[in-house]
């Protein structure tokens, strides 16, 4: 990952929460304004850099099966378990619950932790996942959200019937890099001798 670069956008992300947070919170604002709000921060949580860092190492158990059938024709989506929008609401949260004093160090460490990582399922499984990632759907607590947001990925995984398993870093990137062997062109290498083994 490049952290210069995420320390930059992180000042600019910093900036909008803070200068934004008192008209979040306002009573004066309706729920799609404040809507709005989580949708922007959100976004701007997409334009931080992602790594191979940021990977968590699970992958769902029909990615899995599909990598041993078929690895040529396999597409991986790197699925954030935390969502955007949901993301958004989470910092408003926290910049809230510790008074002001959320700095930019605070927001890259939770960006680290929480907010950019993510597990690797089929597209398939990813449109699956989108309908319960949101909130309002999750029948979880608005009340104490800081508490139950970090549950939305269970409940968002066992409600679209997806499994999770162990997948290393490793295997990740020889993955990546078979693929990229595959979609060459004008290559002399013989692709049919390509190979990936889970």
Known sequence: MNNKLLAERVTVLHNILSTTVEHYFSPEINEGQRGLYETILGAAIWYLPSGDELFSGKISYEAIESLKKDPATTKLVEEHSFPRKVGGKYLYELYRHHKGAFTETDL????????GKFNLVLKSENDKLKKWQKFKNSGLTDDVFLETASKIEDF??????????????????????????????????????????V
């Open 108 to 115: 890259i460490e939770i960006y680290k932790k929480t907010l």
């Open 156 to 197: 968002a995984y066992g409600k679209a019937d997806i499994s999770l398993t162990e997948f290393s870093a490793v295997k990740y990137k020889e993955f990546k890099q078979y693929k990229a062997k595959l979609g060459r062109k004008n290559s002399k290498l013989d692709k049919s001798s390509l190979t990936f083994v």
